[in-house]
């Protein structure tokens, strides 16, 4: 596996785990009055977010110098 592939599987895993844990925090939360969880779930979407942006970026540069 180069480190290309390497660095594409990282992100995407990245962005599973942070996207999950956002839903996590949110199912979790439904029905009690804490606020820690929402602030949780939602840099966590933000994070995710993040990384989408990220990872697009980075595809565009791969095609961009034909790595």
Not at 45 to 56: E, K, M, N, Q
């Amino acid at each position: 596996m180069s480190l290309k592939h390497f660095h594409l599987f990282f992100i995407t895993l990245s962005i599973i785990t942070s996207a999950g844990f956002g839903v996590w925090c949110f199912v979790t939360e439904r029905g009690k009055e804490t606020e820690g969880a929402a602030v949780m779930g939602a840099i966590s979407f933000a994070t995710a977010i993040g990384l989408v942006v990220y990872l697009i970026k980075f595809l565009g540069k791969l095609k961009r110098e034909n790595l």
